[in-house]
């Protein structure tokens, strides 16, 4: 099942048994050591934990003072559990030579296992061998914090913080101990930092808001509580206390709030644009929506067809603001809130100039997201409104291809990124609308204007370059065997790309699975016990994906922290599961993105399989690639887990962090594509 020739793995194995054992062997055995290694790394892979333990066992009595059997299996034991298990190897580990980093990992499996004073003084030893790894005072922190020693615990997330200012979590969590200490401004200042360095942690607007709450800064507060409502829909605590912000406000601020609205919407215009009118570009419908009413303004006059009923045109007025609403089977239109026609199941705004564009208010996106938004949006084309079974209201955009592209760019990549990058990201987004063309047939169009299929804002987003970036590469889409690929793309890969793991897994050949770099990293997949922890903590692996010039370290190494409540309450959102007793990760993929995992609950053991259902599951993780620390009490049961992982999406296709740093080492689009996809050409279709 995996990609690596045995042959390629023993000979680097081989060369880390050089290093690793300094002592004269006997013949025979060295081989069964290397074996017992590879199948250690395979078992692993494979979910099989027991044998891999068992493999590396035997590589330790074979021999004795080799360090990287040793290490394998004390994370596996960590990684299992076995906390008692992996304390004694690493004891066994200090017993052949003390060093920094066997301190620091003895330190941390102290702290999982809720030993905070053994914790400590390990890692304290780690430091005094001149350890500057900032997860130290990490663990320290969190072993002070079992201690109920706040400020010990505040001073080390410092501490982690200054030696490594990008610690999205120290400082969320300092930010919660100067919340308990009442500090609101100093919370402030943590939860702003870590929600700038990474934005997807949980509760983070939450925690914000109340911080802007305590300190009578209601309109923050609002903003930052609706965009965790957004990411949440249906949190009852969120939703109360946006009621109470109302509330404490006072009618006078609901009514400011209620005035700016109204002056926004009458000074917002749509507007003209050039328009992009390929004739043989193919036209899509994309969903924008389904509301219960909606607001608009065009830039011209417009008509609207009622295309079910012969009955008249209705001609509307540009500029001026309009409100459709659902009523039953109708669609009834209003102006200055009156009501002035009524329409049966389905209508089209069209105009008879192809620069028109138009203006739709609080259009919302990304809902269940953190980065779910409600914004004004202009669309080109035309907006077919239609009754869906829920009687809501359906928007759908009828759009050329070039123009849907011209909201797609800005929107997938950010438009200050290199011209090169910006080329290959619209190839690659033609070409998967080209062959993703009508996936959403059954519900009435092509496109869903998510992150399922492409993510589409319209046109207010377009930028010179990014329009440029589709307008030099018009109608052009990467082929493979003569047809348009599935050109599929997340933001990073982390530092290994994946195969197909959508739908059955089908192999596809131009989908590759390798390292996001062209010399070698050193790293060798599928990843053994310990070279994942190694991959996984460093943020300095030479892959194209790892540069913050083009994005957040979060995007590329990411950690996310649940308490088991937290957890057990985001788990049982999709599946009903009871309690939460376990987690365990049963199978990685070659790239060591994982599988799947199974999930002991109360009411029963549950296998979950496929990265994205993974992830959802888990409270939508920035990717597949992790491992999984978890945190027990006195009483051995899980309190916390601490998720750490590497990169943002699915990882398959192309890297668009990578795609940027090529083009920023001077590959052109081509090079770009052809990187992320093998045999592929590069064709103008219209
Ligand atoms: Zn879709
Ligand atoms: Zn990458």
């Not at 590589?59 to 040793?70: C, G, N, T, Y």
């Not at 215009?269 to 050039?274: F, I, P, Q, T």
């Not at 590329?556 to 957890?567: E, I, K, P």
Request: glycine share 6%.
């Amino acid at each position: 099942m995996f990609r690596l020739s045995s042959k390629k793995l023993f000979t680097l194995l081989a060369l880390s048994f050089i290093i690793a054992v300094h002592f004269p062997c006997f013949a025979g055995s060295e081989d069964d050591y290397m074996e017992n290694l590879y199948k250690g790394r395979i078992f692993f892979n494979q979910g099989l934990s027991e044998q891999a333990i068992a493999e590396y066992e035997k590589a330790s009595r074979l021999f004795p003072d080799s360090k990287q059997a040793l290490l394998n299996l004390a994370i596996l034991y960590k990684d299992t559990g076995s906390y008692s298990q992996a304390i004694n190897v690493y004891k066994r580990l200090l017993t052949i030579s003390p060093d920094k980093i066997i301190y620091k990992n003895l330190g941390e499996i102290y702290c999982l296992n809720s030993q905070p004073d053994h914790a400590i003084t390990a890692l304290v030893k780690s430091l005094k061998l001149g350890s500057k790894n900032s997860m130290i005072y990490f663990w320290m922190a969190k072993a002070y914090e079992d201690k109920n020693d706040q400020d010990n615990a505040v001073w080390a997330y410092e501490q982690a913080i200054a030696l490594d200012p990008e610690l999205a979590l120290a400082h969320f969590n300092a930010g919660i101990i100067y919340k308990n200490k009442n500090n609101w401004q100093k919370a402030r200042q943590e939860f702003d930092r870590a929600k700038e360095l990474e934005p997807s942690i949980n509760e983070i607007n939450a925690q914000l808001g109340l911080m802007y709450f305590y300190q009578d800064d209601y309109e923050q507060a609002l903003a930052l509580y609706k965009k965790a409502l957004a990411a949440d829909p249906e949190n009852k605590d969120i939703q109360k206390q946006i009621e109470l912000i109302y509330k404490r406000a006072g009618s006078v601020f609901s009514q400011k709030l209620g005035q700016r609205q109204d002056d926004r919407m009458a000074k917002s215009l749509a507007e003209l644009v050039s328009a992009k009118q390929v004739p043989a570009a193919p036209i899509v419908r994309v969903q924008l929506g389904e509301v219960k009413s909606l607001r608009f303004k065009t830039a011209v006059n417009f008509t609207i067809k009622n295309i079910d009923e012969s009955g008249q045109n209705y001609i509307g007025q540009k500029d001026t603001l309009y409100t459709v609403k659902a009523a039953n089977d109708f669609i009834d239109l209003f102006k200055d809130e009156i009501k002035i026609a009524a329409f049966k199941q389905k209508i089209i705004i069209d105009y008879d100039n192809p620069k028109a564009t138009i203006l739709v208010f609080d259009v919302e996106a990304g809902s269940g997201n953190y980065w779910a938004s409600k914004t004004d949006r202009i669309y080109r084309g035309k907006l077919e409104i239609g009754l869906n079974d829920a009687h809501d209201l359906r928007l759908i955009n009828i759009i050329n291809m070039e123009e849907y592209l011209y909201g797609v760019l800005p929107s997938e990549m950010p438009p200050d990124w290199p011209i090169e990058a910006l080329k290959a990201q619209a190839i690659a987004a033609r070409s998967e609308a080209y062959r993703k063309m009508g996936r959403h047939k059954a519900q009435g169009f092509d496109f869903c204007s998510e992150v399922h299929c492409q993510s589409y804002i319209g046109a207010k987003v377009e930028t010179k370059k990014t329009n440029n970036a589709v307008d030099e590469t018009s109608g052009t889409v990467a082929m493979y065997q003569g047809k348009p690929i599935d050109a599929v793309y997340s933001n990073s890969c982390g530092g290994h790309t994946q195969g197909n793991i959508f739908g059955d897994r089908t192999v596809i050949d131009y989908w590759l699975q390798k390292q996001d770099v062209l010399e070698p990293t050193g790293f060798l997949f599928p990843l053994a016990p310990l070279e994942l922890e190694d991959w996984l903590w460093s943020y300095k692996i030479p892959v194209f994906c790892n540069n913050e010039k083009f994005s957040r370290r979060s995007n590329f190494r990411w950690m996310r922290d649940y308490s088991h409540a937290q957890l057990e309450a985001l788990i049982n959102k999709k599946i009903n599961i009871g309690k939460l007793l376990e987690i365990n990760i049963l199978e990685r993929n070659p790239s060591s993105h994982v599988h799947k995992i199974k999930i002991i609950g109360s009411k029963g053991n549950f296998i979950i399989e496929k990265e994205l259902n993974i992830r959802n599951l888990l409270g939508n993780l920035r990717s597949g690639m992790f491992n999984l620390n978890v945190k027990l009490n006195k009483k051995n049961k899980p309190v916390e887990y601490i998720f750490y992982g590497g990169g943002w999406g699915h990882g398959v296709g192309m890297c668009q962090v990578g795609a940027a740093s090529m083009a920023d080492q001077g590959f052109n689009y081509q090079d770009i594509l052809k990187f992320y996809f093998s045999g592929i050409e590069i064709e103008k279709i219209y």
